[in-house]
């Protein structure tokens, strides 16, 4: 029911996930929109739409679809919920339905910001808390490890802290009290304080920073990249002449435009709940749905989970 | 004294800049480096290096060539300084030696960002303040709507609040509290929370935030444009056949890399000590130093101060 494109989109990514992945999925929905689709299907009776509050929403629209999504995995019927719809709705409904795992103290949004050549750089908290203490921030960095060891296959994943400059006396309180407390922290690589220009090498596997200051360099990230491809576009469709040299040139960045396409990335993953929830955009196309399916399986699969809740505990 | 590539560039920066802008330059540094230069010379037998701690830096070595290039706009032997040398200590000889203008709180770092096709976003605070409280941001929202009345002629400048999103329940603690006193504000046009992928747009012409996301926003774009376009200029050399149709789309191309290019923005306004202080980044060339040279003298020439003291008084 969530993201600008539902439910056509949703349901066609839904589709080419089956068929692409082998991945069941089950569609959550308003009867009149999953009913008749092929899927299996749980049905509600009511929606947590964007202009929702999130808490409210879940609280209030006990039989929405994101809180049935979030009981289905609670309840053992599915293995991992994926939404494009209000992130706030979907954060609240797998903490409220799913529950913590034990001694989290704050549940994480981990982005993966391609990095063409390497593995993604894990960015996190990227939106989930806009104020955080330190505490919460070495306990995302412990849980961004594990993602990069489990999921990506990096033996001692480097752990970067954002900040202003490289110096441990750089940056605000929040910062400078984390750096301390990480260089102490067993079982963090921690390698110090990097910089918002880090984010797209290879220098770093995890950086952590509060929700606010996350989503910021992301979606300033974003709106860079987006900025500079349709800039490189408008050059390559600006005379036939420039549309024949283009197309020698295409093969190498089409690859690269499509590598750093947030539809690619498959979504976000909230780390620190008791499930698999994963958070794709909201303007997901049927791409991003089968990408975000791909993330789901994968974290499935490979217990990232039960990983986080044997780091934590 | 400053910057990666000093002397050389700096000094190669300022007889260009005398050519062309017609400029007066004093370089102020060591006697064995700026005496033979051809330049009238302020000496001094100390230097500010980039390990110096700011403060400490400013007040122990008095006889610095940040310390006294700040004296010379103090006592109007110079009408600006301009710096590639620590931020931290430019800041600090700026703040230390010129005084802040009455009123202000705060001085806050402007840096304008450019959008191709439209004025520059200016962002502030870029760095200066790692730790703010709301009505410093208002004072920083005033101030960066002088700038671009003044210094870029936009009649009426639209201020944003940088957060996470656009409603009002959105950010942390400080952002909430700041957006309610700049609806309050006169004399800024606020139109609301602004998002990092907003900065390369023309939907908004000051963005204002605390020093730290600033830097850190600024950082991810920078970090971001010049990864993407080095990989296009890969992508346009990685054959005889794509380095030919690289010709054909270079004109479109190279103008635009130009516009993104820090070293064309010319450096960082301070904006709230009372005299012109440019600091441009660490890494200048000469053609860096130019532009900031340009800034110095467009900031002098627009009387940016006499606005800014009239405005906050």
Chains 1, 2 share one sequence.
Request: proline share 5%; net charge negative.
């Amino acid at each position: 029911m969530g993201g600008d494109k539902a439910p056509a989109e949703i349901i066609e990514g839904a589709r080419q996930a089956v068929e692409q992945l082998g991945v069941d999925v089950v569609l959550v929905g308003l009867p009149e929109v999953v009913e008749g689709t092929g899927f299996p299907t749980i049905t509600c009776s009511e929606v947590i739409d964007m202009h929702d509050d999130p808490a409210q929403g879940v609280r209030r629209k006990k039989d929405s679809s994101l809180v049935r999504a979030a009981e289905a995995v609670r309840d053992g019927r599915a293995s991992a919920m994926v939404s494009a719809g209000n992130t706030g709705a979907t954060m609240a409904a797998a903490l409220l339905r799913m529950g913590r795992l034990p001694g989290v103290a704050r549940p994480a949004i981990a982005t993966p910001i391609p990095v063409p050549g390497a593995t993604p750089t894990i960015l996190l908290d990227a939106g989930a808390n806009a104020e955080c203490t330190a505490p919460w921030l070495v306990q995302f960095a412990q849980m961004g490890a594990v993602l990069a060891v489990e999921r990506y296959g990096i033996t001692k994943p480097r752990v970067g802290l954002l900040s202003i400059g490289e110096e441990e006396t750089k940056g605000n309180p929040l910062v400078k009290e984390t750096h301390a407390l990480l260089r102490e922290t067993p079982g963090v690589h921690f390698i110090g304080n990097v910089e918002g220009r880090d984010l797209l090498t290879d220098d770093v596997d995890v950086v952590v920073t509060d929700g606010f200051t996350g989503n910021v360099a992301l979606k300033t990230l974003e709106g860079g990249l987006k900025f500079i491809v349709g800039k490189v576009l408008e050059a390559m469709t600006s005379s036939d002449e420039a549309k024949e040299a283009a197309k020698v040139l295409l093969p190498t960045l089409v690859p690269l435009a499509d590598e750093l396409d947030p539809d690619s990335h498959g979504g976000a993953m909230l780390l620190g709940v008791d499930g698999v929830c994963i958070i794709s955009h909201g303007s997901s196309s049927a791409r991003a749905v089968v990408n975000a399916l791909r993330v789901a399986q994968d974290m499935v699969d490979k217990d990232v989970v039960g990983h986080l809740r044997a780091a934590v505990a």
